[in-house]
């Protein structure tokens, strides 16, 4: 654990390698692209899989704070807002390609499925949700913001997780094709659960504490 600790701990290594690790998805997808590598329907490729990347890097920005609790390692959390940033990336890049591919980026058009297509609505919701995390993510916003605030606005991740979560349900619900669906729901089940859990110990021993 402490060798763990000591490599985290290493961010100007560690750092561009994250980085470089949360391109690879995008890479894949340009070359795809560029290859013809996409299969029959490479429009829906390109948005599925940004879809998909943006809800895997929320999950792995929420699985932080778990791992720091449990590890003792603080380092964890030092890649929050590089995770966080690129499941905006990826976010921004799954709307791009249904504007464009889906829709031909005729906003009248992108307007009438958004209020037709609950699904289309629930994860474009879920996009304008992340939108003021993006902007305040950085050390002079939580500044300006102060802790209090500034972590109040950020636990809009959690309603986020859930919204993409539902957008993906609904999305896959024509097809009948849950089976991704059921393991993103069951890792933040877990994820969510696990903060429920202490912020209900936070309260009962805040009571205790207080009847004392």
């Known amino acids: 654990m402490k060798r763990l600790a000591w490599i ?13 690790l949360c391109l690879v998805p995008f890479a894949w997808l340009v070359v795809g692209a560029v290859t013809d590598g996409l ?6 490729t390109l948005i599925r899989s940004a879809g998909d990347w943006t ?26 807002r590089m995770l966080g940033l690129f499941a905006f990336a990826y976010a921004v ?10 829709q031909g980026l005729v906003v009248a058009d992108i307007a009438r499925d958004i209020a037709k297509r609950p699904f289309i ?15 305040t ?6 500044r300006r913001l102060g802790p209090h605030r500034w972590q109040a606005l ?35 089940a877990l994820l969510l659960g696990w903060r429920l859990r202490r912020s209900l110990r936070r309260v009962r021993v805040r009571a205790v504490t207080e009847a004392a």
């Open 137 to 142: 993510s950085t050390t002079r916003a939580l």
């Open 154 to 188: 950020h636990r809009l991740v959690y309603p986020i997780a859930l919204l993409g979560l539902l957008h993906l349900f609904w999305m896959r619900s024509g097809k009948h094709d849950y089976e991704d669906v059921w393991i993103y729901a069951a890792v933040l």
């Open 93 to 102: 890049l799954h709307l791009l390609c249904y504007a464009v591919f889906d």
């Open 55 to 80: 809800l895997r890097l929320l999950c792995a920005c929420l699985a932080l704070t778990p791992l720091r609790v449990a590890t003792g390692i603080t380092a964890f959390v030092r890649y929050r």
């Open 8 to 20: 985290l701990g290493q961010t100007r290594i560690v750092k561009p390698i994250v980085f470089a």
């Open 39 to 44: 299969g029959a329907n490479p429009a829906e």
């Open 121 to 135: 609505l629930v994860g474009f919701a879920a996009f304008v949700a992340l939108v003021p995390l993006a902007a």
